[in-house]
């Protein structure tokens, strides 16, 4: 089904659950029991579509949309989930979400859909229980195994925003489907796990030859080349994955001490036998003063992108300049090369997708240095480019970063 949605036959087989209605004095494993009568939902359900504009308004969006009232019941939703569930408004009347979609646990609780000892964990119910008592919009992630097929499950991200009509109280659910999602994040931290395992073994057994060949032996030398070459891929994976991990808001900054000036001038040392500084000179100025408390590994990644982004830019026989100064509580890192960016090319520079180099899959360098620098490292990156100046790109850090764990409901930048 489209969406990952369940058909209308697993739909129809929740119908028995919903026919026999519950007191409110029956005892749950954790959300109240008790239902409307159906009397109830058609007045609930004839207030919600009274509006002039509630209903285009859920129908117009892509999610799917429930109102429910405060016996978490459906008195209202919108064109996609009909849709998906292939029938009318009336046959969804007064189902709780885990019996539309088809949840397993649905019959494990004495009044449905919340009231069974797995719904504990159920984001969904979670999700809707605190937009009632908090009167306000709630997030929160939502795996549901289904009755059928066998083994199937959803990834639901659920968010739930108490609202009013009419003087009665509904909370407004949005249901978005991230199964794929989840399951390309589970692919990608297989293969970064695999990936580097494999290249740490390249890495450890070129290692343990060059110790048994004499010093200066000609294939000692190349050994070295080559254990340099799988360290410079094992760096290349883990830029790969860092920036992987920031875009869906899973990557965890570890912030220690570092001195700005050293990390400038490994930076300075590695990219000097890099392809693109062919031809090109990197020149390193450090004020005094360039300790600060950040992530280094982070930090070097951004920097790499600044310095290789300019060195592309420059002309052979040109010089890149990096500046690291200490202003108040801040340090001023800055990249600069002599040529100019031209109005098309500065108005889209940190767009994920663009790029000055032909060929797909480029334009992530810039777009990296944007979200590693201000999302995870709490700096600001800016740039200036004109005649007479050159480029210059900026990223001021503050010494003592003054953040908060990225959103985990943020999916994308």
């Not at 209308?8 to 009568?37: C, I, L, Q």
């Not at 207030?47 to 969006?61: C, H, K």
């Not at 609202?163 to 999602?181: E, M």
Request: aromatic share 4%; net charge negative; glycine share 8%.
């Amino acid at each position: 089904m489209p969406g990952g949605m369940v058909s209308p036959e697993t739909f129809d087989a929740g119908r028995e659950v919903m026919s026999n209605p519950t007191e409110e004095a029956v005892t749950t494993f954790f959300a109240p029991a008790g239902r409307s009568d159906p009397a109830d939902l058609q007045r609930q359900h004839a207030s919600w579509i009274g509006g002039p504009l509630l209903q285009p308004m859920i129908d117009a969006m892509s999610d799917v949309v429930l109102i429910l009232n405060q016996n978490r019941q459906v008195i209202g939703a919108n064109r996609r989930l009909l849709e998906l569930l292939n029938c009318q408004i009336h046959d969804v009347l007064g189902k709780r979400p885990g019996e539309l979609v088809g949840c397993r646990n649905v019959d494990a609780g004495p009044d449905g859909c919340g009231t069974a000892r797995q719904c504990v964990t159920c984001g969904a119910v979670e999700a809707i229980l605190q937009s009632q008592r908090r009167e306000d919009r709630v997030t929160r992630e939502c795996r549901i195994t289904l009755k059928e097929p066998v083994g199937g499950a959803l990834d639901l991200l659920v968010s739930a925003t108490a609202v009013d009509v009419d003087g009665q109280r509904y909370t407004l659910g949005v249901l978005k489907d991230i199964s794929d999602q989840k399951r390309l994040a589970v692919l990608a931290r297989m293969f970064f796990h695999d990936v580097m395992n494999t290249a740490g073994g390249i890495q450890g057994y070129a290692e343990l030859i060059r110790e048994s060949l004499p010093q200066d032996s000609p294939e000692s030398e190349e050994m070295a080349e080559l254990t340099e070459l799988a360290e410079q891929l094992i760096e290349e994976i883990r830029a790969q994955r860092d920036l992987t991990y920031a875009e869906t808001g899973d990557l965890e900054p570890e912030f220690e001490e570092v001195d700005a000036a050293d990390l400038l001038h490994r930076q300075q040392h590695l990219l000097a036998k890099h392809p693109v500084a062919n031809g090109r000179r990197i020149e390193v100025i450090v004020a005094p003063g360039t300790k600060l408390v950040t992530d280094p590994r982070l930090l070097g990644r951004v920097l790499s992108n600044m310095i290789k982004n300019a060195l592309e830019a420059a002309r052979a026989g040109q010089v890149v300049t990096v500046r690291c100064d200490s202003v108040d509580a801040h340090l001023e890192l800055q990249v600069h090369n002599p040529q100019v960016m031209s109005r098309e090319v500065q108005m889209q520079i940190f767009q994920r997708s663009f790029s000055t180099k032909s060929g797909s899959g480029r334009g992530i360098g810039t777009h990296s240095i944007k979200l590693l620098g201000e999302r995870y490292l709490g700096g600001i990156v800016s740039f200036i480019s004109c005649d007479g100046h050159g480029t210059t790109f900026s990223m001021r850090l503050p010494r003592t970063p003054a953040l908060t764990p990225p959103d985990e409901t943020h999916w994308s930048v």
